[in-house]
Every structure is written in structure tokens, then in C-alpha cells.
T-cell receptor, first 115, second 115 residues
Framework: EAGVVQSPRYKIIEKKQPVAFWCNPI?????LYWYRQNLGQGPELLIR????????DSQLPKDRFSAERLKGVDSTLKIQPAELGDSAVYLC?????????????FGQGTRLTVV | AQKVTQAQTEISVVEKEDVTLDCVYE???????LFWYKQPPSGELVFLIR??????QNEISGRYSWNFQKSTSSFNFTITASQVVDSAVYFC????????????FGGGTRLMVKP
């Protein structure tokens, strides 16, 4: 079974430029998460989707970040414009359901460097 | 609010030594789950174990064992006879019934196993 696939693996952009990350979850997984992991820290949730619906986006900086999950499968996370502080690894994860205690499977992440 | 503390930021051991990674958590939820994930240099988070708050039985899986003590709000992870391949960053995480399935991660412990 294929795992969570993310692309690109690495991205270097200049500040104020836009950037987008793509995630393909495990087939059949209804719940999809985007996490941000700063260097030397644990991941922090940005947004959670149940199918197409964003059910928890309280941690998403909505002035510059946006996300979508069309048709309840793939998802895209966008930053526009990027700032130096956005440099981090962006992790996508999926689970079969959204209930508490459900094991989440993570992709390898996209490492973003803003210069 | 939920909080997970991993006081050990970095541990270095020699191969075949036993090592224990500490995890202390805070939550007001009566039902919650605790997790351990491994993050190798490739970047993806690999699920290791999940325990619910009502099951305090210790668990052993090969060289891995986990000690859950509700009285001290701890969920420690021991690797017996460590191997070089165990070198990674290990994260403890918590999700509570009042936080959906949002995983709150600790800061991680970097384990280096030297030959």
C-alpha cells in the first residue's frame, strides 16, 4: 500500500513569493492533516480535513496561508506571500477516520526555505 | 489545553546499551491517547505505539517497551540493546477527546546510537 505522498520534497524561494505544496493521502483515508515542523521542534497542526471540509483550521495563519482539498482526496497548501519565518518542514498526514486516538500516517514532508 | 514535555533533547549511547526516553504530559481530558513516533533522517514520522488513558498495562514489542503511569502523567519509552538503526528523533504525542484528533507533540528527543 502506498503511503502519504508529498511534493516537492524541497523548495527554496525568495520572500514575498508564493509557494504551494501538494499531498496525496493514503487511499481511502477520509481525514487529512497539514502540520508545520520548525527546526528542532515537534509538528504543530495547521489544518484538518474531514473529506472536503476543513473542520479545524484555528492554527492556520489565514492572512497568508490557504488550503484546499478538492473531491476529498488530494490537498494543496499555499503560502502567499512567503515570509522568512515560514521556513520549516510542512508535513501532510492522513487517517482512516478523524476520531480521537486514530493513528495518523505521515508523508516525508516538504522542506521550505525562504531566503 | 494539552502539553507534552520531552525533557531530554538529545541522548547519546553506545550500541547495545539500554536507553529510556522520557515523556510527561498534561491534559484535562478524561479520555485521551498517547503516541510515540520515530522520525528518521528521511523525515517521515513513523508510528510506533498508541495507548489509551484507560489502559495502563505496560507493553513490549521486541526491543521496545513502554511504561504508562497515569499517577505521574508519564509515558516513557525504553529501547533495549540499542542499535545504530535506532538513531532518530523520537516524538511523544497526545490527543484528547476534547481536541478532536489533534496531536500535540513534544519537542522530540534526538537519539544517537554509536557503534
Amino acid at each position: 500500500e502506498a503511503g502519504v505522498v508529498q511534493s516537492p520534497r524541497y523548495k527554496i524561494i525568495e520572500k514575498k513569493q508564493p509557494v504551494a505544496f501538494w499531498c496525496n493521502p493514503i487511499s481511502g483515508h477520509n481525514t487529512l492533516y497539514w502540520y508545520r515542523q520548525n527546526l528542532g521542534q515537534g509538528p504543530e497542526l495547521l489544518i484538518r480535513y474531514e473529506n472536503e471540509e476543513a473542520v479545524d483550521d484555528s492554527q492556520l495563519p489565514k492572512d497568508r496561508f490557504s488550503a484546499e482539498r478538492l473531491k476529498g482526496v488530494d490537498s494543496t497548501l499555499k503560502i502567499q506571500p512567503a515570509e522568512l519565518g515560514d521556513s520549516a518542514v510542512y508535513l501532510c498526514a492522513s487517517s482512516s477516520r478523524g476520531g480521537v486516538g486514530t493513528e495518523a500516517f505521515f508523508g516525508q514532508g516538504t522542506r521550505l526555505t525562504v531566503v | 489545553a494539552q502539553k507534552v514535555t520531552q525533557a531530554q533533547t538529545e541522548i547519546s549511547v553506545v550500541e547495545k546499551e539500554d536507553v529510556t526516553l522520557d515523556c510527561v504530559y498534561e491534559t484535562r481530558d478524561t479520555t485521551y491517547y498517547l503516541f510515540w513516533y520515530k522520525q528518521p533522517p528521511s523525515g517521515e514520522l513513523v508510528f510506533l505505539i498508541r495507548r489509551n488513558s484507560f489502559d495502563e498495562q505496560n507493553e513490549i514489542s521486541g526491543r521496545y517497551s513502554w511504561n504508562f503511569q497515569k499517577s505521574t502523567s508519564s509515558f516513557n519509552f525504553t529501547i533495549t540493546a540499542s542499535q545504530v538503526v535506532d538513531s532518530a528523533v523520537y516524538f511523544c504525542a497526545l490527543s484528547g477527546n476534547n481536541a478532536g484528533n489533534m496531536l500535540t507533540f513534544g519537542g522530540g528527543t534526538r537519539l544517537m546510537v554509536k557503534p
